[in-house]
């Protein structure tokens, strides 16, 4: 039969967290944007051509069965597991075992069962309905839509019904409603008639299943004798006049059973888990409100700014589980950091796995493009920014965008920061251009100019300034602490003078007073120092312990040594000197030139309060979320710019923390000269949210115009002109080029793109000329989109990758490291000429040679090193770009970002971020040449090089690593403890685990545990669906077609 199951072609995207993908090839080809692709998954179906009497296959379903049992085991036998896990029923429909638990204190109403019935009516409504529903979607009216919008529409529209005549008895969602078939009923009554009985309803199910191999015999027995018998269209007619009686009846016994939302119509389960899991007993006020708007119940976008703190994310988790559980649409939450995204992902895999959704991460190397279309469960996407892009460009183009729901964006200022802000907007521009029927929830505690977003988004507003924690406001100048008052006449009144004692010396080391400010708090409370650099955050952490009391250092002195041992243990036997020195006071710094690794232990010590206080930058203010009694900001500087309202805002915000704190305060130290700079800082208004796509040229507007040509969004200026309209720059566009009109604009970028050769005018045929389409994709175009190349790299990227063709060196990965290598990281990077000298002398003579392609000759190299003048032309770029391959080389070879980052006198953080950083542009490179045939040969390196970077760590930590959060020096701990496959994390005992695992919290081992459930989960359901879709019959066979032809030969007769 199909040999097509043997020759794979690299898998289009493949997270390393991912499950297979079904092997069906997206329409379009390949993925949309970069990350990791991994073909480590076995072939199911290896060398096998045919099915019949092959033993192999039976014996490799009967191991796949086994992976399946051992999670519906999850179910049968809970108190093998932590806590009460809840197995949903393969329908993917909410069936909670209704918790008749304590009364709660939610202020939430139980009037609210109305909530979100427009979502619920489509769940619970007969075919009938549904189907009328269908076409009342369908027929949503399209005339207050531009027209190539429409015809957008129109395309999705037609290509969902041929997605959905192709699918015969598949439930699928349609871009513009929700189609629920017969088949897809019939399985509901079956669920529901045992929906009192959870466990019988388990054992059902589990029976139901029981043997894999049996189903499959018996389905290609099956399939066998319908082919031969041939398909009769009156008893297809039969069988679905039953489904739907059935499903009526399903719809009758469910209505009086259905717990059908007393928690904002959702069950009362998910008010004990928030209970459980955050400690949250009663929404605040404003939570009640916000959820019950009017505009929330209509499905209108929304965006909602209350202060730092307020308790925003609360209401965006409960409307995210409303539309997974009651809408039964996916999700996407998208995030700033991966930090946070990770944070999350841990967070919400809980609630995953006792709700019966799953909870999918898109960051850093994480994630798949397009996702795996789930059968019955509904997903979560937690993702960055930039995967985020890559999820709905992937959506778009397999025509999936209607599957999403809900997209919810934290941290919305964030769309008016640079590229990443432009990243976001074009995300945000092209859901709300392809899909109606998504909503999107945006969320801010410094949002000024809302006016503009609304517009953009077509959202409604709500806000209110509760803050659950005052949080009061200082500047000090001199030794006096002023209250801030914006409305006092100079900003300030007094307050109080600072009181403490120093010493000549001590005034001289520490002029600012931050050892009295900070003694004021800790080591009780908690303390964050915000300082301008990194340098300057290692320097007053040092400065500040040089001058503590000793007494300080028996503060839970046995943790500290702890925390040491474990600082140790990650850094392979050394610890930072700044480190070691500070620790014992229950002091430490956190910036990006920390490991990973590192960071984390110092974020779980500081919340655990081992430690006090942290000197820290800017981006801890909107990174994890690590609360403080008192905020001191060093100086109003962010590096040597001044400090900004915004940046203002995140940092003060860290001080008083609901549930945390009682209080909380931020000083700010102001030297007299910058006292009325900080003046106007407090009186200003927030910045506005200005869009960043005219800015940021190569990577905002043109990188957008090719995605919309290669994604057939738009395809000719009329369209393009239409979307740029409803992006945030076409609605700032007036104060944001006051030279230009949008029409230039868009005209010089597509010229330009023209120019580089990535668009073409299309020669148009007549109906073309009809349909108004002149512009298309280049070949190179499209590998620059795909691989989301930075276009101002595109060409060089080209040029390198093809001279790569003449004369590949293999004998070593050098050559690829350096066609891996990010540009972006070439330009901020100083060779230390010794040490380059030395790595270049260490190299084989093939390896030299790599060099010498490159463009770097041995003369340059020698001379820098020996100090002399070099008067030859060479590519600096080309420079720097080998001396960052020798250092990931060295990295391949060592794993140990520690060492080499001594070797080549740099700090460890860089080292782990040019990693990632390489890992990732690798995969970019790698779509990059799927695109183009001439490189095909680049495509197995790379997926290799991919792998090898992506986890540059010993192979049998990797299936740990794979866990959100879990990171190299956890997985080593927990490897050496024993525990060693995912399947060894999902069933620990988080007792066990706590005692087994030094420095783990119990939270810790829950969240760990959780997060590999649902990992295992995810796997599970993606390989039963792989054999689903293998066993399901085909439509389109000659038999069943020869047939259909003739019944209508003989109907029409
Ligand atoms: N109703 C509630 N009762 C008690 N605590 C709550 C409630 N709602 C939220 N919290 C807690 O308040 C803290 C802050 O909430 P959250 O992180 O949502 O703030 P935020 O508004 O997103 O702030 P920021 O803008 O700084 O991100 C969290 O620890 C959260 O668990
Ligand atoms: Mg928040």
Known sequence: MQRAWRARTPRCGGGSSSPPAPKKPSPGGSCASPEYNDDSEEDMFGDYDSFSGNDSLLAQVDDLEQKYMQSVDFALHPENLEDKAVVEPASGKLHIQHSKSKELLFSATENVNGFRVKEEDNVWKSPDEQEERTQELGDFSLDDLPCSQQLYFEEVDASTQQANANAGDNHMNSGLGRILNQSFCHNDVEHTKTNNEPSQNIIADLNKRKSLKDHLKSSMAGNAKAQSLQISKTKQL????????????????????????????????????????????KLYEWQHTCLTLESLQQRKNLIYSLPTSGGKTLVAEILILQELLCGQKDVLMILPYVAIVQEKVWALSSFGVELGFLVEEYAGSKGRFPPIKRRTKKSLYIATIEKGHGLVNALIETRRIGDLGLVVVDELHMIGEGSRGAILEMTLAKILYTSKTTQIIGMSATLNNVGDLQQFLQAEYYTDSFRPVELKEYVKIRESIYEVDSKAENCFTFSRRLNFRYSSNLERMDPDHLIALVTEV??????????????????????????????????????????????????????????????????????????????????????????????????????????????????????????????????????????????????????????????????????????????????GIQNLLLSLVGLQIARNFEEICNFMCGTLFGVQRKTLSKEKSLSDIIKESLESLIEKGLLKRKIMSEKEQKSSSNLAITQLGQAAYKGSIDLAYCNALYRD??????????????????????YDMIYHCNPDWMIYFKQYTQLSAAEQKVADIVGVPESFITKKASG???????????????????????????????????????????????????????????????????FWVYKALLTELTKRLTYCVKAELIPLMEVAGVLEARAKQLYNAGYKTLAHLANANPEILVKMIEHVSRHQARQIISSAKMLLSEKAEALQEEVEELLQMPTDTPEGLLTAATENHEATA
Not at 879 to 908: G, P, Q
């Open 522 to 699: 800790i080591p009780n409370y908690s303390c964050l120092v915000f300082c301008p650099t990194k340098k300057n955050c290692e320097n007053v952490a040092e400065m500040i312990c040089k001058y503590l009391n000793k007494e300080y250092e028996n503060h839970r002195k046995k943790e500290k040594q702890d925390l040491l041992m474990n600082l140790k243990n990650i850094g392979n036997g050394t610890v930072c000197p700044v480190l070691k020195r500070t620790v014992s006071f229950g002091v430490a710094y956190h910036h990006s030139g920390l490991t990973s690794d590192e960071r984390k232990s110092i974020e779980e010590a500081y919340s655990a309060g081992v430690l006090c206080l942290l000197t820290c930058t800017s981006t801890l203010a909107a990174g994890v979320n690590l609360p403080a009694r008192r905020v001191i900001l060093r100086a109003p500087y962010v590096a040597t710019e001044f400090l900004k309202k915004n940046q203002y805002k995140q940092m003060i915000g860290r001080a008083g923390r609901a549930g945390i704190d009682s209080a909380g305060e931020s000083i700010l130290i102001v030297q007299e000269k910058d006292k009325h700079l900080v003046q106007d800082l407090i009186s200003s208004p927030l910045e506005n949210c200005c869009s960043s796509l005219l800015l940021e040229f190569t990577k």
């Open 238 to 281: 039969k069988e679905a006049i039953l489904s739907k009686e059935l499903c009526v009846a399903k719809e009758t016994i469910e209505a009086s059973s259905v717990d059908l939302g007393p928690f904002y119509g959702l069950p009362s389960k998910v008010k004990d888990l928030f209970v459980q899991f955050h400690g949250i007993e």
């Open 801 to 822: 990758l093809k001279k790569g063709l003449e004369g590949l060196v293999l004998e070593s990965c050098l050559h690829l490291l350096y066609l891996a290598t990010p």
């Open 868 to 934: 002399q003048v070099i008067r030859r032309d060479v590519d600096i770029g080309v420079i720097n770009r080998l001396y960052l391959s020798f250092v990931l080389y060295a990295l391949l070879k060592d794993t140990n970002v520690w060492m080499v980052s001594e070797k080549f006198n740099l700090s460890r953080g860089y080292v782990q971020n040019l990693l990632n950083s390489a890992a990732t542009f690798c995969s970019c490179v790698l779509h990059f040449c799927e695109e183009l045939e001439e």
